[in-house]
């Protein structure tokens, strides 16, 4: 199921608890897998209990609260694969849990490029501090490798401003970790997956 779905399904029935998953793309399995969200509330908070298939293993059920959620940080294994979930939520009011997402999406819309070819944030935010802040301390926004570029909006998000290829964006990547490494002091670590390309 998409996340923007079930999403919807709880404000259609006035039930609130998933407002920060709003606007965030991707399925339900998907999220819990990266306990999506913002950097302070996440989907896990929201979950009462999971059905996994562990391949060679079988199927297992977890309580919500057997599995440590954090940002972008769950204790599932990476083999598990997630079936079914089942989410607590509280019954709230329609028009206060619309206002709320429509405002963070507003939020959303005005500090990230939205409508452009991006995997979202690239780099976890260490400790308190911001990753797109420190990218841009370095001079780093708009910097471009072939199709990739450091967004002019957003300097967490690498735009693909046209045929970019992967190699393009890993290219950008890791010039940009370097570059705060450097200058800052600050060893950033990707937020996103690489696929065919050593981490
Ligand atoms: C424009 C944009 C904005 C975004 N904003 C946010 C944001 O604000 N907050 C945030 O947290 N994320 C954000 N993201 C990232 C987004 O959450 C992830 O891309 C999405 O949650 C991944 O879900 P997916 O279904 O696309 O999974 P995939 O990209 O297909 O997979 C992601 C990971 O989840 C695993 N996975 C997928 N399905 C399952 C499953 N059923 N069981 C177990 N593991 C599974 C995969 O193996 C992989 O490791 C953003 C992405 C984009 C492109």
């Given at each position: 199921m998409?996340l923007a779905?079930?999403?919807?399904e709880?404000?259609?029935?006035?039930?609130?608890?998933l407002e920060?998953?709003?606007?965030i793309?991707?399925t339900?399995?998907?999220a819990i897998s990266?306990?999506?969200?913002?950097r302070?509330?996440w989907i896990?908070?929201a979950?009462r209990?999971?059905?996994?298939?562990?391949?060679g293993?079988?199927?297992?059920r977890y309580e919500?609260?057997?599995?440590e959620w954090?940002?972008?940080?769950?204790s599932?294994g990476?083999?598990?694969?997630v079936?079914?979930a089942t989410?607590?939520l509280?019954?709230?009011?329609?028009?206060a849990?619309g206002?709320?997402?429509d405002?963070?999406l507003?939020?959303?819309r005005?500090?990230q490029?939205?409508?452009?070819?991006?995997?979202?944030?690239?780099?976890?935010?260490p400790?308190?501090r911001?990753?797109?802040?420190?990218i841009?301390s370095?001079?780093l926004?708009?910097?471009?490798?072939?199709g990739?570029?450091?967004s002019?909006?957003h300097?967490n998000f690498?735009v693909?401003?046209?045929?970019?290829?992967?190699?393009?964006?890993?290219?950008?990547m890791?010039?940009?970790?370097?570059?705060?490494?450097?200058?800052?002091?600050?060893?950033?670590?990707?937020e996103?997956k690489l696929?065919?390309f050593?981490?």
């Open positions: 998409l779905r079930l999403v919807n709880a404000l259609k029935s006035s039930f609130a608890g920060c998953c709003v606007g793309p991707g339900v399995g998907g990266m306990d999506a969200g913002t302070h509330e896990g908070r979950v209990d999971l059905v996994v298939l562990d391949p293993r079988g199927l297992r919500g609260s057997e599995i954090g940002y972008r940080h769950t599932l990476p083999s598990e694969i079936l079914e989410f607590e509280e019954s709230g009011v329609k028009e849990i206002r709320e997402m405002d963070r507003r939020r959303r005005q500090s490029p939205a409508g452009k070819a991006t995997c979202g944030s690239v780099f976890r935010n400790g308190d911001s990753s797109g802040e420190l841009e370095c001079g926004k708009g910097f471009r490798v072939g990739a570029q450091v002019e909006v300097s690498i693909n401003v046209g045929g970019a290829s992967a190699a393009d964006v890993v290219a950008v890791r010039h940009v970790h370097d570059e705060v490494l450097a200058r800052q002091g600050v060893d950033l670590q990707p996103v696929l065919g050593a981490s």
